[in-house]
């Protein structure tokens, strides 16, 4: 039965409390077997934890952090340095006045009146003057008038009695390339030749190690660098045979060639020429002329390397030349052999062509009319001739266009003579006699209108300038010391000082030429119209 705890007795305070509750409890003690109002028991100790501790208790970490490295640097700066200094002097000295002498101010006067008008006539007479007109005030000192910077040669072909036959500038300006064949009379067609180039911007040149070296099968007579793409170059062979390289793979260089078809030239190739074609102006075919009376026109077959195949085709005969055309033909021969081609600056249809027979002839690229041959042709064959020019005393060898007025043109043959042409007369406007023997090439400048250069037999280059005299060269350059004629020669038209020139030794020359040559005049367009216009008139 359980106890019930009345609350006044549990309020018993203090010690009075105290001891009320232990004799009650005591008293119960002692009287086990009665009741009373409280009695003792012994329980188990129970234990109850605290939680509120171990939640209000504090948790705590470490942890540690590092930044990056930082980087440090110790620098020592230093002020300008400054001096100071001084000067004297010397006293000065007083400036005396020029000491003022009395004049007659009358007399001064009257004269002044009496020869004003003497003295503005004659002003305006040196006015009106063109004595001085053209003249131009030289500050600078005169430098020589050619200096070689360059002699290249290639002894294994020099070894063999090669000549460089032909030379040419790539588009950059800074190659240069040569072909060697033999010009001279022989079978010439199974001798191994080369093309050789230099690159003259490359530090280290070694003149007589070329940059580049292709080996060709036959002699090799012209050669001609891509307008745009540097390191391609097309040439013409002894054989009849048009290649195109690409010097940028010397193991492999060939890019495409004719091979030996019944479209391929049976006489030694004497000029190539790059062509833009009509619609396309960024790709280029490569026309040929050769001895055989043809003029063709080739396209490459896709990227190479492949075949070069014919594209359009043109053909001399002696029956299909104008009328005005004064041409003994030999017995047998209808073919007329070219030699030599030239394209206008102004025209791209229209070229010139040199011939065996020592006439120019003005030809079309547009003509129509179908050439009466019997030659087997994988295209039809067209007659391009219109117009035929007073013939040389031989061979026509060279022609050049003029690059700044369309009507003029160059050739230069085995006579001796530069011809001076208008397109619009058969008569040269001037015939320079500028050797005893042939010439071999003749270019006008890329920069100077009234100037040319001319390969001589005599083993020398002739810079020729209207503005200076119009029957002598201006300055004679020694190419070869034992005079071995020089067979071609081309200028820079990227460094357009430089001037290139190959000779029967197998060398090639790189001149420099002075700003004589290469800077224009005044007034010099006006007297190549006036030069021009003496054809015309």
């Known amino acids: 039965m359980a106890t019930r705890v009345q609350p006044r007795q549990l309020c018993l305070a203090g010690s009075e409390g105290a001891v009320a509750l232990a004799t009650t409890g005591l008293a119960s003690a002692e009287g086990r077997g009665r009741p009373g109002p409280l009695q003792d028991e012994s329980l188990g100790v129970a234990s109850v934890p605290s939680q509120w501790r171990g939640v209000q208790g504090i948790r705590g970490e470490t942890k540690s952090c590092q930044t990056s490295r930082i980087a440090t640097a110790e620098a020592s700066a230093q002020t300008r340095r400054r001096a100071e200094a001084a000067v004297q002097t010397e006293a000065p000295v007083p400036v005396r006045a020029l000491p003022v002498f009395p004049h007659d101010s009358p007399r001064l006067a009257a004269f002044l009146r009496r020869v004003e008008a003497m003295v503005t006539r004659e002003l305006s007479k040196n006015w009106q003057s063109h004595a001085f007109d053209g003249f131009e005030v030289n500050w600078t000192e005169q430098q020589q008038t050619g200096t070689c910077l360059h002699s290249l040669s290639y002894p294994p072909a020099q070894g063999q009695g090669l000549h460089v036959t032909s030379v040419s500038w790539n588009s950059t300006g800074s190659v240069v390339a040569c072909a060697y064949g033999r010009l001279d009379d022989g079978d010439w067609s199974t001798l191994k030749s080369f093309v050789c180039a230099w690159n003259l911007a490359r530090r280290g040149l070694k003149p007589q190690q070329p940059s580049v070296v292709v080996e060709v099968p036959s002699a090799v007579m012209c050669l001609a660098f891509h307008p745009t793409q540097p390191s391609h170059i097309a040439g013409g062979l002894y054989s009849g045979e048009v290649l195109v390289w690409d010097l940028s793979r010397p193991e492999d260089p060939l890019l495409w060639c004719t091979g030996l078809t019944d479209d391929t030239h049976t006489d030694p190739v004497y000029q190539v020429v790059w062509l833009p074609e009509p619609h396309h102006s960024h790709r280029f075919r490569v026309l040929s002329v050769a001895t055989d009376g043809k003029v063709l026109l080739w396209q490459g077959a896709g990227a190479g390397p492949g075949p070069l195949q014919l594209a359009e085709g043109f053909a001399l005969l002696v029956q ?79 022609v050049s266009c003029s690059p700044f007025h369309r009507n003029l043109f160059l050739s230069a043959g085995t006579d001796g003579h ?36 001319a390969a001589s037999g005599k083993g020398d280059v002739q810079l020729f300038d209207f503005k200076k005299s119009s029957q002598k060269p201006t300055v004679s350059i020694k190419q070869t010391e034992d005079e071995s004629p020089v067979y071609c020669l081309e200028f820079n038209h990227q460094q357009t000082q430089l001037l290139a020139a190959g000779d029967a030794q197998g060398t090639v020359k790189v001149w420099q030429l002075s700003t004589e040559f290469t800077e224009q005049g005044p007034r010099e367009m006006d007297d190549l119209e006036q030069l021009a216009a003496e054809g015309d008139a």
């Open 418 to 453: 530069v011809h001076l042409y208008s397109m619009l007369q058969a008569q040269p406007l001037t015939s320079l006699q500028l050797s005893h023997k042939y010439l071999f090439a003749v270019r006008w400048s890329p920069v100077r209108p009234l100037v040319f250069a």
């Open 320 to 398: 299909q030349l104008p009328r005005n055309t004064k041409l003994k033909p030999h017995r047998g021969e209808t073919e007329v052999g070219t030699t030599a081609v030239a394209f206008s600056s102004f025209d791209p249809g229209l070229f010139v062509l040199g011939t065996e027979g020592g006439f120019p002839l003005k030809c079309s690229l547009a003509a129509e009319e179908a050439a009466a041959t019997r030659t087997a042709s994988s295209v039809p064959l067209r007659a391009p001739a219109q117009f035929t020019f007073s013939p040389h005393g031989g061979p026509v060898y060279s």
